[in-house]
Structures are given as structure tokens and as C-alpha cells.
């Protein structure tokens, strides 16, 4: 399979303190990105880093990307209450279509 | 900005009944993407549309069918329903040339009694 794995899948932390997520893939990408999801609700684009990047911000944000591990992580700064929700990686391969989505961290910030 | 426009929003249906979810991907976007997620799991490609034609297929059941029409919306068709097709459907839509920009929708929830 060439589904990406995030790790941790559940993680929990006090408001304030900062929130890694960390996504894995199996070959060569073309692109990742990263999205979130309240619960049960519709993906919300977050980033895109492209294979040829290493790391990208936007606002709280940062995500980077080892091609050489094969892996992603998000980081989320001065997390809120409202960062509440799951993250799912996406990557697409060989140039294909379509999303291969990872399985998810939710993310529960307690205030 | 316009976005994905998908309905119903939410389906009630039963064992072995027929359900039509339709998706209004955003205007000029000339590629549309069908997602499913389970209870708890990722979400899982199902079929795509290029101009109308099919342009790749994932794990899409037989019993599923879909189509792009003129207008580019696209309706995904899925017959015979079971208790495992309850499920959040997603579109989402993009250029081709972009095709890693994918916009996706709210999703229809389809719950399957």
C-alpha cells in the first residue's frame, strides 16, 4: 500500500502547549498536503509542500518534509481549543489523480 | 469564493435501496474526485471524471456507478445498498493541469438502516 501513516493517531494536549503530527509514505510523491477535519464534518485544505520543498509555514503552521525518511510533520503552535480536530496527510503518486489520504491524529486541545 | 456544492447533505436510506449523491464541483474546475470515509477511517478514492470521461478508478464497488455530466457536475449512483455504505462522500474538484489542488466538499453523510 502506498498509504501514508500518521503517528500519533490520538494525541492531547493543554492549550497553549505546541502539537506535532507526524505523516509517512511508502514511495516517491509528487506533493503533500495536509488537512483537517472536525468531527464528521468536510476536509479543510491546511498546506501544500511540494517534493522539492523541505519546509513551508502558513501563520501557526509548519509543516516539512524528509524525502529521504519519507516522511511529513505537521506542527501546530500555540494550539487553541478550536485546533480540536483530526489531520489527515495526502499525498499523490506518479503524477496520479487522485489523494491517498493517511489514517488521522486527532487532536484534542484542552483548555 | 464559489466552492463544491454537494447534495444531499445528509441520506437516510435502507438495506438494498438506491441512493443518488450529486456534486457541483467549483465553476471552470473540469476534473471532479469521489472520496468515501468510513466511521473513523481516512478517506478512501473511488472514481474521478476528466471532461466527462472516467479518468481513474480506486476501490469503487460494482454496485457504485458514477457520471460527469455536460455541465461537469457529477452523480454518483450507488444501488443495493448495505449497512457497510453508510459512510461521509466526499467530491472534491480541481484543473487537471492542478490536479493536486483539490477542493473538496462538505460531504454527504449516508447512513444505511
Known amino acids: 500500500s502506498q498509504q501514508g501513516e500518521e503517528d500519533p493517531q490520538a494525541l492531547s494536549i493543554q492549550e497553549g502547549e505546541n502539537a506535532t503530527m507526524n505523516c509517512s509514505y511508502k514511495?516517491?510523491?509528487?506533493?503533500l498536503q495536509w488537512y483537517r477535519q472536525n468531527s464528521g464534518r468536510g476536509l479543510v485544505h491546511l498546506i501544500l509542500?511540494?517534493?522539492?520543498?523541505r519546509e513551508k509555514h502558513s501563520g501557526r503552521l509548519r509543516v516539512t518534509l524528509d524525502t529521504s525518511k519519507k516522511s511529513s510533520s505537521l506542527l501546530i503552535t500555540a494550539s487553541r481549543a478550536a485546533d480540536t480536530a483530526s489531520y489527515f496527510c495526502?499525498?499523490?503518486?506518479?503524477?496520479?489523480?487522485?489523494?491517498?489520504f493517511g489514517p488521522g491524529t486527532r487532536l484534542s486541545v484542552l483548555p | 469564493a464559489a466552492g463544491v456544492i454537494q447534495s444531499p447533505r445528509h441520506l437516510i436510506k435502507e438495506k438494498r435501496e438506491t441512493a443518488t449523491l450529486k456534486c457541483y464541483p467549483i465553476?471552470?474546475?473540469?476534473?471532479v474526485y469521489w472520496y468515501q470515509q468510513g466511521p473513523g477511517q481516512d478517506p478512501q478514492f473511488l472514481i474521478s471524471?476528466?471532461?466527462?470521461?472516467?479518468?481513474d478508478k480506486g476501490s469503487i464497488p460494482d454496485r457504485f456507478s458514477a457520471q460527469q455530466f455536460s455541465d461537469y457536475h457529477s452523480e454518483l449512483n450507488m444501488s443495493s445498498l448495505e449497512l457497510g455504505d453508510s459512510a461521509l462522500y466526499f467530491c472534491?474538484?480541481?484543473?487537471?493541469?492542478?490536479?493536486?489542488?483539490?477542493?473538496f466538499g462538505p460531504g454527504t453523510r449516508l447512513t444505511v438502516t
Open positions: 472534491a474538484s480541481s484543473f487537471l493541469a492542478r490536479r493536486y489542488e483539490q477542493y
Open positions: 495526502a499525498t499523490t503518486y506518479n503524477y496520479g489523480q487522485n489523494f491517498v
Open positions: 465553476p471552470r474546475h473540469d476534473t
Open positions: 471524471f476528466y471532461e466527462k470521461m472516467q479518468s
Open positions: 514511495t516517491s510523491i509528487n506533493n
Open positions: 509542500i511540494r517534493s522539492n520543498e
